[in-house]
């Protein structure tokens, strides 16, 4: 199975400035690697496919980066709505798993 | 739009079978090249992908639940289930219905997902 590790489990940010948050695989995992934002009682809503590919209606201010073992999730300006916690994905095969997460909160 | 509606017993007893099913509008189950999949989150924690399904029924298993899961395809109703047995505690969870866009090796990402159906295992 592989592992994903997402850092920091709480990264705390302002409105308006940059978030940058990580996901390290423990094997290559090429670029299969997508990114999700989860609301508080809501369904996870997928952001970024291909580790850099947006999804459909997802803002430009979200980009993705990274390949093989070390992907990172770019909020370029923090909106109010962009604060969720954010999980990463591999699917390099049929064994999905999921990292343990990163909430983003205001500072 | 495509959507997704899970439904099944909010609470079920140690030992019994849990079992939900998730209902697709605004699509077919049958379109190629989509998986239907379910995903849990135990309350406060991340995300477990248990399984998914092909229109066809070929599946595929989470290794620590292989033993214990079953999902299944009813493309007449266009829905798509899932049977847990022999739960415990460790199983209570929001259980997530989702389409899967295959990817790489049988692989892939969730692009809809249902609302989530919170199910208890308690006595």
Redesign the interface.
């Known amino acids: 199975e592989i592992v994903m590790t997402q850092s920091p489990a709480t990264l705390s940010v302002s409105p308006g400035k940059r978030a940058t948050l990580s996901c390290r695989a423990s094997q290559s995992v090429s670029s299969n690697l997508a990114w999700y934002q989860q609301k508080p009682g809501q369904a996870p809503r997928l952001l970024i496919y291909g580790a850099s590919i947006r999804a459909t209606g997802i803002p430009a201010r979200f980009s993705g980066s990274g390949s093989g073992t070390e992907f990172t999730l770019t909020i370029s300006s923090l909106q109010s709505e962009d604060f969720a916690v954010y999980y990463c994905q591999q699917y390099d095969n049929w064994r999905i798993t999921f990292g343990q997460g990163t909430r983003l909160e205001i500072k | 739009q495509l959507q997704l509606q899970g439904s099944g017993p909010g609470l079920v007893k140690p030992s019994e079978t849990l079992s939900l099913t998730c209902t697709v509008s605004g699509g077919s189950i049958n379109s190629s090249p989509y998986y239907w999949a379910w995903i849990r989150q135990p309350p406060g924690k ?4 248990i399984g ?1 399904i092909y229109h066809s029924g070929s599946t ?1 298993y ?2 620590s639940l292989n033993t214990r899961v079953t999902i299944s395809v009813d493309n007449s109703k266009n829905q798509f289930s899932l049977r847990l047995t022999s739960v415990t505690a460790l199983d209570t969870a929001v259980y ?1 219905c ?1 389409r899967h ?1 295959p ?9 809809y ?4 159906a919170l199910v208890t295992v308690s006595s």
Request: hydrophobic fraction near 25%; charged fraction near 10%; charge should be negative.
């Open positions: 991340g995300l477990e992908w998914h595929y989470n290794t997530y989702a866009l990817g790489y090796n049988d692989g892939g990402y969730f692009d997902w249902g609302q989530g």
